[in-house]
């Protein structure tokens, strides 16, 4: 049984699917070169969330930045000059881990501290003399304030940047790379991670910027994402939510007939289509014309599953046998075996939707008929 929280959330993004519109795929980064050039260090595909420290996160207002008057792309420069600044270190100095401290948030913060904590400790140690960043630029993908204020909210950005390091015996190395960043702009208070505080009282038209996402490289995927969803786990997941599918869709004797737990199974033009018809069996039910519905043997075969089809979450086309029994009121219809197409979208690997369905009455699928230009629609909530 899902949580409260989760049937909200379904019930929130189903709502805000009905007009299907474009979603893009994440972009992948241009270098596979990890983040930080570590040696001995644990394997990418995972990071360690560090200990607890009692030092306090000092955020400081990003200098030349109005919270009234957002400039993206400025900004975002600025903020990436400061982070690298805090990556540097000359001979004979120190990083300035309290400044990078106050610059990342969330799972960006968890994965890039260790990392960085490595550095300080060759540094140390003596191995690591030198480390400087040049040629560092920002490019703003997308802006998504938070509200039509305008000034608050999630973007993404690539960032190119060269790092040269000396280490101690070997000769200067320099590197060149891309990433891909998620950031948040905010004034007193982060919106994204609750109770982050500016404690700046006296700017309150300081703005703030925190780095809270990453594509790791050696995964290709945002380390704010869950592990990849295998063929072999669709399939299972997608024979038990038509399980469920039909159980929704089922009309027990003396009963009257929920349209909720179905209407929120369905966005984009599936939706469109499927609730009249979960309307006119509501209607049956309640003037008596309808008895009783029951599936049995359903079986579901995944033909494939696109895990990358949206940056919300994949697509799975999957057919779908079911046997249909019937009670009106003039008395039980013949039982119905039929073999129908759908295509599901696994939203945020929370929960299924079905997006579109094949009508074999006519010999096309639902989204085309509708005239719509995309299968999954976009989620509505970034």
Not at 252 to 276: K, L
Request: proline share 8%; with cysteine.
């Amino acid at each position: 049984m899902r949580s409260r929280a989760s049937f909200i959330l379904l019930i929130a993004f189903t709502a805000a699917c009905v007009s299907p519109s474009a979603s893009p795929s994440p972009a992948v980064p241009a270098s596979a070169t990890p983040e930080s050039s570590v040696p001995a260090l644990p394997s990418p595909t995972t990071f360690v969330v560090p200990a607890p420290t009692d030092t306090p996160v000092v955020r400081k207002s990003l200098a030349n930045a109005s919270l009234g008057h957002p400039n993206p792309t400025a900004e975002l420069q600025s903020l990436f000059e400061l982070i690298y600044q805090a990556r540097s270190i000359r001979p004979g100095g120190q990083f300035d881990i309290a400044t990078l401290r106050g610059l990342v948030e969330g799972a960006y913060a968890d994965y890039t501290l260790p990392l960085f904590e490595q550095e300080i400790s060759d540094a140390q140690a003596g191995r690591l003399l030198e480390v400087s960043f040049s040629g560092i630029a920002v490019s703003l993908d997308s802006w998504r304030p938070f509200s039509t204020a305008g000034n608050e909210g999630p973007a993404q950005m690539t960032v190119t940047r060269t790092r040269r390091e000396v280490r101690a015996g070997s000769a200067p190395t320099s590197d060149t790379a891309t990433y891909k960043f998620r950031a948040e702009r905010w004034g007193q208070q982060s919106q994204m991670f609750a109770g982050v505080f500016a404690g700046l009282s006296n700017l309150p038209d300081g703005v703030h910027w925190s780095v809270y996402d990453f594509v790791n490289p050696a995964t290709d995927r945002w380390i704010t994402e869950p592990p990849p969803i295998t063929t072999a786990q669709a399939a299972s997941e997608l024979s038990k939510f038509f399980v469920d599918f039909y159980a929704d869709r089922s009309v027990a004797p003396g009963q009257p007939f929920n349209i909720i737990p179905s209407s929120v199974r369905a966005a984009g033009s599936y939706r469109a289509y499927t609730m009249p018809l979960l309307t006119q069996t509501e209607q049956e039910v309640a003037s008596g014309a309808l008895k009783e519905v029951r599936y049995a043997d359903i079986s579901v075969k995944l033909v494939t599953w696109d895990e990358k089809a949206t940056d919300h979450g994949g697509l799975a086309l999957a057919e779908v046998t079911r046997t249909a029994y019937v009670t009106r009121a003039g008395g039980a219809e013949a039982p119905q075996t039929a073999t129908y197409q759908f295509r599901v979208h696994r939203h945020d690997s929370t929960f299924w939707l079905v997006v579109d369905f094949f009508r074999p009455d006519v010999g096309r699928w639902v989204t085309e008929i509708a005239g719509a230009t995309v299968i999954v629609p976009e989620s509505g909530h970034g």
